[in-house]
C-alpha cells in the first residue's frame, strides 16, 4: 500500500510517499521532498508567511512526488497530514490541501501526530527496537519511551524548546537562516574555543532554556557592544562569537544528555533514538554517544533526510495506523497547536 504524506508544522513543507510492503517487511520510500520558507537573518518566520509559502509551493511539490516516485493517483491508498502540533497557520494551509485532494481524488484520510511522525520514522530507519527517544526541534523537547501502547513523555522543556533557544540565538547574532540557523550555530560553533559559564537548568526530567537564552543575550551584546575587549580568564584570548556558539550548544546539550541517561535508568534500556531538526547535529550525537557508550549503549540518529520536518514520516505513520483500520472522517480533519505525544493510541505496537 502506498501513502502520500503533508508536512507543513513550521516553516518547512514536506510532500513523500511511501510503500509498505503487504506481506510486512521495510517500508520503500518513493519520494521525498522538502521546501523551506526562509526568513532574513536576524528574524525569525511569521505564521502568516509561512502559510502563504506553504500554499504557493504545495501543488508544484506533490505534483513533482508523484513524478519522482513513479505512480499515479489510482496507486495511492490515502491521504497522511499533520495533525498537530505546530504552528496554526502553517499547519491549516497544509489541512485544506490534505482535504482538498481527498475530495479530489476520492481518498481517505490519515491526520497524524508530528512528533509521533518523528518517532517512528526514526525507528524505521535506523532499526532501533526499543529505544528512549530524544524528541528535539525548534517547537518540542521530550525526553520519550513506549509504554503500553503509548509513547510516554518522561521530560520535556518547561519553557521553550531547544531548538527555539538556538534559532533565537542565531537572530541575536543576526546570522543566517540558511538552510538553517541551528545549522549555522553548530558550524561556528565548530571553531569555538573558550567555554563561557552559563546557567544549567535541569530539574528533575525536565529542562529550562528560556533562562539560557537571556543569559548569553546579554553577553552578545557586551561581545558585540562592548567599550573593552573581552578576554578568556585563563588564556588571556578575546572571546568570540563562535566561542558563544559553542558554549550554548555545550551547555544545552549537556542537560539533554543527563535527562536522557535518568531515563534510560529508569526504563532499563540500553538504546537511545535522537529525533527532530535538532537531532541531526553531529555535537549532540557525539555527546550522546559518550554517555550511551560508558552505559553499554549505543544511540541512534538519521541525517537531515529525516530528522528535519519531511513528508515520509508523516506517510509512514500514517500508513501504520491506516493499516490497523484509524481514519480521519473530512469533517474532524481539523488541525491543532497542542497535541501532545502521550494522546496518540498507538494501535500498531505492542
Given amino acids: 500500500m502506498i501513502a502520500l504524506g503533508l508536512e507543513g508544522s513550521a516553516n518547512k513543507l514536506g510532500v513523500g510517499l511511501i510503500l509498505h510492503p503487504a506481506k510486512g517487511g521495510p517500508a520503500t520510500i518513493l519520494s521525498n521532498i522538502r521546501h523551506t520558507f526562509v526568513s532574513p537573518p536576524g528574524e525569525g518566520f511569521l505564521p502568516k508567511d509561512t502559510a502563504k509559502h506553504h ?19 489510482a496507486d495511492i491508498g490515502c491521504i497522511c497530514y499533520t495533525k498537530g502540533p505546530g504552528m496554526g497557520a502553517p499547519l491549516q494551509s497544509v489541512a485544506i490541501a490534505a482535504r482538498t485532494l481527498s475530495l479530489l481524488w476520492g481518498k481517505e484520510l490519515v491526520g497524524v501526530n508530528h512528533c509521533v511522525g518523528h518517532i517512528e520514522m526514526g525507528r524505521e530507519i535506523t532499526l532501533a527496537q526499543d529505544p528512549v527517544v530524544l524528541y528535539v526541534s525548534g517547537g518540542n523537547t521530550q525526553v520519550i519511551a513506549y509504554a503500553s501502547q503509548r509513547y510516554r513523555i518522561f521530560g520535556e522543556a518547561l519553557d521553550i524548546a531547544v531548538g527555539n533557544c538556538l534559532d533565537r540565538f542565531a537572530r541575536t547574532l543576526f546570522i543566517s537562516n540558511d538552510p ?33 537564552l537571556a543569559s548569553i543575550d546579554i553577553l552578545a551584546d557586551k561581545l558585540q557592544n562592548g567599550v573593552t575587549e573581552w578576554n578568556d580568564e585563563e588564556t588571556g584570548w578575546p572571546i568570540t562569537r563562535e566561542d558563544l556558539c559553542f558554549s550554548l550548544q555545550e551547555t544545552v546539550f549537556a542537560m539533554l544528555v543527563e535527562i536522557t541517561e535518568r531515563a534510560m535508568a529508569h526504563v532499563g534500556s540500553s538504546q537511545v533514538l535522537i529525533v527532530g531538526g535538532v537531532g541531526s547535529n553531529e555535537r549532540l550525537q557525539e555527546m550522546m554517544g559518550m554517555m550511551a557508550k560508558d552505559r553499554g549503549g549505543s544511540v541512534f540518529a538519521t541525517d537531515e533526510r529525516f530528522c528535519i520536518d519531511n513528508g515520509i514520516m508523516i506517510a509512514h505513520a500514517g500508513l501504520l495506523a491506516y493499516r490497523t483500520g484509524f481514519r480521519t472522517p473530512l469533517e474532524e480533519s481539523t488541525c491543532t497547536q497542542r497535541f501532545r505525544t502521550d494522546e496518540v493510541f498507538v494501535k500498531w505496537r505492542d
Fill in 180 to 212: 538553517a540557523p541551528g545549522y549555522n550555530i553548530e558550524q561556528m560553533a565548530k571553531k569555538g574555543r573558550h567555554l563561557v559559564d552559563l546557567p544549567y537548568a535541569v530539574k528533575g526530567m525536565d529542562c529550562s532554556f528560556s533562562g539560557i
Fill in 55 to 73: 500554499r504557493s509551493w504545495i501543488t508544484r511539490l506533490v505534483l513533482q512526488a508523484l513524478k519522482e516516485a513513479g505512480v499515479t493517483i
